[in-house]
């Protein structure tokens, strides 16, 4: 059974720093497409960043530069290192995986790629 579990969320002040940790089990993490989406209170569901299983990553543009999605395959761990975090990044975040994910290949990450889900794990900027 896929399973993705989120954690490493919390409070900071504007300008700090967070990593963001996804640990996967029931499938090896390496063959699997997997993303980090955000919803922030109130809004719809966004992509952040995705990684393919090729390696190969996919970022939303108000997000290059600042976050940077990784994984580790030994770990079966997928990771969002967060700086320079801004209130208006104040969200749930969320782990997503599966399979295949033709539309991170084509340049989006979109909620329709992905069947299995983390419950999430807050993130709370101040200004």
């Known amino acids: 059974q896929v399973q993705v579990v989120e954690s490493g969320g919390g409070s900071v002040q504007a300008g700090g720093s967070l990593r963001l940790s996804c640990r996967a089990s029931?499938?090896?993490?390496?063959?699997?497409?997997m993303a980090w989406f955000r919803q922030p209170p109130g809004k719809e569901r966004e992509g952040v960043a995705a990684i393919d299983s090729d390696g190969s990553t996919t970022y939303a543009d108000s997000m290059k530069g600042r976050f940077t999605i990784s994984k580790d395959n030994a770990k079966n761990t997928l990771y969002l290192q967060m700086n320079d975090l801004k209130p208006e990044d104040t969200a749930m975040y969320y782990c997503?995986?599966?399979?295949?994910?033709?539309?991170?290949?084509?340049?989006?990450?979109?909620?329709?790629?992905?069947?299995?889900w983390g419950q999430g794990t807050q993130v709370t900027v101040s200004s």
């Open positions: 029931g499938y090896t993490a390496s063959t699997y497409c």
């Open positions: 997503a995986t599966d399979f295949r994910c033709p539309l991170v290949g084509l340049g989006t990450i979109h909620t329709a790629d992905f069947d299995y």
